[in-house]
C-alpha cells in the first residue's frame, strides 16, 4: 500500500474495495491501527481464513461487486480502491461520486488505476482523465504517481505488463 502511516492518523474506519488477497485489510487492522474494516468484492476468496480469521469481527466481509455496494453516508476515513482500475468508464464517475459521499470530511482515498501499455485490465486511463475525475467529484489530489511499465506473471502463465497510476486525494 502506497499510502504512509501519519496519512492514516486518528482513523476509524475504513473501506477496501476489491481485495480478495485481505492483505491491505490486514495491513489497516493491524499496521495503521483502524478499529474497522469493511471489504467488498465478488470472489469467494474473500472468506479465506488463512490473513484473518472469519472470527475477527473488526473485519466485515461483503461479497459482491462494489459497483453494487450501497456506500453509506460519511462513515469512512479512508478507502483504498484496489480494483477500481477495472470499473468501466461510464460508470467510474457515479462509483467516484458514492466513495466522495462515503468519506468523511477531509477523508482520504487511495486508488490504483491502470494507464496505457497495462496488458492485465482491458480500461485504461491517462494522468489528465483521473485528475479531471476526480476534481468533477469534489476531491483535491495530493499525490499523482505514474509508476513506470513493469513486466510481471500474473497467475501461473499469464505473463504481461502492468502500468499503474496511483493516486491519493482528500475530500474537500
Known sequence: MTTS???LRNRNKALVLGDVSLIQSKYLLESANFSNVTVVDANQALFDEEVIPISDDRLERVQMEFQHYEFPLSLFDFIYGKTIANTPKDIAQTIMSKIERSLTFHGIFCAVWASKGDTFRPIHYSK???VHLY???GFKIIA?????LQPVKGG???YGVRHEIVVIATKQ
Open 5 to 7: 502511516l501519519s496519512l
Open 135 to 137: 476534481e468533477e467529484n
Open 144 to 148: 499523482l504517481r505514474e509508476l513506470p
Open 128 to 130: 489528465p482523465q483521473l
Open 156 to 158: 501461473k502463465t499469464n
